[in-house]
């Protein structure tokens, strides 16, 4: 049964709620309070002592409604509920309490391999002795291991700790290891997210013995080598008041790119959008903000297998700027802020669309840099100044930079 108080948890505390439902990080049957998380910071134990390597928490934002003694039904970002959550205190931004799973639909990749640990002690027998092997990338070294649980008599037990984007490819890695290892060998998914490299250590060595180890292997760390910049993902992101330019180097350098034709190209143009993506939306803080997190998604999205993204809109607020570099990021694409920073005269001295006339004549409320604020970028990655330039340089003052730093060939 759900509970009235919603909340959809972000990435890493999905991937603990799960570990937490699974009976993977036993003893914990839910998320630590304030007091348990500084307690397991400070000294590694929760408050009443009990050892515990990290701390498992869930934020949630203070004008949240829920109090200590409500349920909040648990979901994930396509709205299935997983999990109810009852809430025993709330404090520093945590809500802390035990979690109860429902019947939630299982879907991803590899997740017919989401061994509980209970089934894997199941299927490996009590008396056996268990080599369980964490890895995060490939193994290298199999004989070590075959070794290994000859000298102990155990049998082996791959954990790929499968979370964010190269997950299916530590599974795969897995999969292929228990091919060349013998028989019997199981392997069992957990969606365990890294943490800093002695904590991350002493929670496989916990995760591990949920799942029956009497033995634990941590396997090499991933070597992640980024590929070429011309072959890795990469959004242009262009901020600027209404006239500075914007739309006019950005397809400017989209016919450049096309031309040479080395990379595919995606625009997203501010009117464009505004007009498919972002009908309807007014020009209130609340609409800029969600259209370009939409521009963002579709630009990550875009960069996420290796594709060039150019967005041009006005984008005024530096913290939802700053979300989608992090959400560009996220992907493992590159991210690079250009500012054009044509100062507000020149731009009103243009008016192309005569929207600056009808801004101070008071018939547009809250026009950008007139009646409404553009917080100047001060992480820009470029800065061009179109007054008296031409559209040709304006455009090389990018397109050379993209070239220069090898994302363009
Ligand atoms: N109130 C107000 N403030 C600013 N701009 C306005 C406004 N009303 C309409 N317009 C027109 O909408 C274009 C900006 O849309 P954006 O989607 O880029 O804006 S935002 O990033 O969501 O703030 C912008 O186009 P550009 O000139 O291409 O920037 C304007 O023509
Ligand atoms: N060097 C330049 N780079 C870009 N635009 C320029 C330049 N010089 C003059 N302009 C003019 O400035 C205007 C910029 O309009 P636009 O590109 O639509 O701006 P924005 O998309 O930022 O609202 C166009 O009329 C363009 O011809």
Known sequence: MTAPFEWTPDARELADLELLLSGALSPLTGFLSSADAHSVDEHGTLADGTPWPAPVTLTLPDDHPAAPGDRITLRDPEGAALAVLTVTGREDGF????????????????????????????????????????MRGPLGDLDEIVATAQELKASILLL?????????AVVRAALKARDALPEGTLVAVV?????????????????????????????????????????????????????????????????????????????????????????GLTFSKEDRDLNIRRIGFVAAEAARHGGLAICAPIAP?????????????????????VHVSTPLAECER?????????????LIPGFTGVSDPYEEPDDADLEIDTTGISVDRAVHQVLDPLIQGGWIR
């Open 160 to 168: 790929p700790l499968a979370y964010g984007e190269g997950g299916p």
């Open 350 to 362: 243009r008016d192309r669309k005569g929207l600056y006339a009808k801004a101070r004549a008071g």
């Open 191 to 279: 969606p365990l997210a890294p943490r800093e490299p002695a904590i991350d250590l002493e929670l496989r060595e916990r995760v591990a013995e949920a799942y029956g180890a009497t033995e634990h292997l941590a396997g090499p760390e991933p070597v992640t080598i980024p590929g070429p910049p011309h072959r890795r993902g990469l959004v242009i992101f262009f901020t600027g008041l209404s006239g500075s330019g914007k739309s006019t180097v950005a397809r400017g350098l989209r016919d450049a790119l096309l031309e040479r034709g080395s990379r595919t190209v995606t625009y997203l143009d501010g009117d464009v959008v505004r007009h498919l993506l972002s009908a």
């Open 95 to 134: 809500v802390a309490g035990p979690v109860e799973a429902l019947d939630a639909p299982e879907h991803g990749p590899f997740a017919r391999l989401r061994h509980t640990p209970a089934r894997v002690r199941e299927e490996v027998g009590e008396q056996e002795a268990v080599l369980a092997v964490t």
């Open 317 to 337: 607020y530096a913290a939802t700027r700053e979300e989608v570099r992090a959400m560009v990021e996220a992907v493992g694409a590159d991210f690079l802020l």
